[in-house]
């Protein structure tokens, strides 16, 4: 025939030129039957009637996408026409990496640009692995978030048509990553510190590093890290890093103190007669200060507590705590002691006893040679001393046992050796008896107790103070 139709209104046409010298024969490549001609055939598209000069023999090319132009010398221009529909592509977005962004993908027929419906739409690279489907108006709409620098290949493909394909280039990421880091706690008395925090970026999630060390990083961002203290002030450093190289950078600061607080206990005035204590002293400002188990009332570095304490001896822990809890713990021993005083007035048979008139005496102290005879069972039984009387030798034995001391004195009446403790001692003026009674040197006895006498000579009065428990 003198022309052959086309069945597929708006294919494409894919032509090319061949140089070679022509031969008397021409075959078309409609998808139908090959067949000769002699004379120049015509080809009827659309509508119109399509004329060529005489070409070489064409194989039948209708069922393949594009047929490759043979190679020749000039002469005649042959075209070579081939109707496979083609898919082109229109794309719309911007991609940077670890940002996400829409992508609009529009397919149609290269040529008339009719929207192609049903086509299969890939984009791979750059990290990214997608496909879809185009709608009606042969639109696929994809969410794009590269995670790396480089280019996304983008294929358009549907059976009868030439693939369409088209690259994007995936522009580098500057976009540096968030980084927030909980604040450590800070003084420590903690050998380690365990740094926290969360670490976000655009491209994922980013590496940590923690003072040059790795950390421990979650999917969702959260990484923790243990850092290894020096004694003083201790800089931390927290690096995020993303796979472009972006980083962000902070540091915290984490003091380390072990040394335990200074702590001092003042001296009380001596002796200690009540059981109603005021303690003081000096510690590290601001430190806390625990006595006995109470607490003390600070004031920058100076402490002080009052306790109720036991006559005898006590034993007071004190316990200085700073801010991190580092402890330093002293003990103090406070004696109390219970106080008996006596006055005595020469002559005068009335005594005193710790401020209050006793029962008068059946006879008044007197002096005999410089020295004040006080009757002997009154002044050992004030201090709490036990008397033994042996009439067969007139001797005298004087115990006191208390908690603070434990006394014997032997004495004998007229004899001036006296023995105290085991010790021999003599007296100034030896025990005498006096209507009845047996008188002794009141210093001697007063000091072999521990007691302390003072006289007053304008008055007559001996005043013994004696401390005990």
């Known amino acids: 025939p003198w022309f052959t139709a086309f069945n597929s209104p708006g294919e494409v046409l894919y032509w090319t030129y061949d140089d070679r010298a022509p031969d ?45 132009p043979p190679v020749g010398n000039s002469s005649w221009p042959l075209p070579y026409f081939d109707s496979a529909k083609g898919l082109g592509l229109t794309l719309k977005g911007e991609l940077v990496v670890g940002v996400e962004t829409e992508v609009v993908v529009k397919v149609t027929e290269a040529g008339p640009n009719f929207p192609v419906s049903g086509a299969e739409v890939t984009l791979y690279g750059a990290g990214v692995d997608l496909s879809g489907v185009t709608d009606a108006d042969g639109v696929a709409k994809f969410m794009v978030k590269p995670t790396e620098a480089g280019e996304i290949l983008i294929t358009a493909m549907k059976d009868g048509y030439v693939p369409g394909k088209s690259v994007v280039v995936v522009g580098a990421d500057t976009i540096a990553p968030e980084l927030s880091v909980d604040k450590p706690n800070s003084p420590t008395n ?11 970026d655009n491209a994922g999630v980013p590496m940590v590093m923690v003072n040059g060390v790795e950390a421990t990083v979650g999917a969702d961002g959260k990484f923790s890290a243990e850092v290894t203290l020096k004694e003083g002030e201790n800089e931390i450093v927290v690096v995020a890093k993303d796979k472009s190289g972006n ?11 072990t040394v335990p607080p200074e702590v ?52 007071v822990k004190v ?9 330093k713990k002293v003990e103090a021993k406070v004696v109390v002691f219970k106080k008996t005083t006596l006055e005595l007035q020469i002559g005068n048979p009335t005594p005193k006893v710790n401020g209050a008139y006793g029962d008068p005496l059946e006879a008044a102290p007197f002096i005999k040679d410089g020295r004040t005879m006080v009757p002997l069972r009154f002044i050992a039984e004030a201090f709490g001393a036990q008397v033994e009387w ?12 208390l908690k603070s001391a434990v006394h ?22 030896a025990p005498v008896i006096v209507n009845g009674r047996t008188f002794v040197p009141l210093r001697f006895v007063a000091e072999a107790f521990g007691a302390s006498v003072d006289w007053n000579s304008l008055y007559q009065v001996v005043t013994i103070n004696f401390l005990w428990y």
């Open 24 to 68: 008397n024969t021409m075959v078309a490549f409609e998808g139908l039957d090959g067949w000769n001609a002699s004379s120049n055939p015509f080809y009827y598209f659309n509508g119109y009637n399509l004329a060529t000069p005489f070409g070489h023999d064409i194989p039948d090319m209708r069922g393949t996408q594009r047929i490759a």
């Open 190 to 200: 903690k050998p380690t510190v365990v740094i926290t925090g969360i670490a976000t």
């Open 247 to 257: 980083k962000t950078e902070k540091m915290v600061k984490v003091v380390l103190d």
């Open 264 to 315: 001092t206990v003042n001296a009380l005035p001596s002796p200690v007669t009540s059981t109603k204590v005021k303690l003081s002293g000096r510690v590290e400002a601001n430190a806390k200060v625990m006595v006995n188990d109470k607490p003390a009332t600070v004031a920058y570095d100076y402490w002080e507590v009052e306790l109720t304490l036991d006559y005898g001896e006590n034993l």
């Open 319 to 327: 316990v200085a705590s700073d801010a991190v809890g580092n402890e």
């Open 390 to 401: 042996i009439p067969e030798t007139k001797g005298i034995n004087i115990s006191l046992e």
């Open 408 to 429: 014997t004195i032997g004495l004998q009446v007229g004899n001036p050796t006296a023995i105290v403790d085991g010790q021999v001692v003599t007296l100034d003026v």
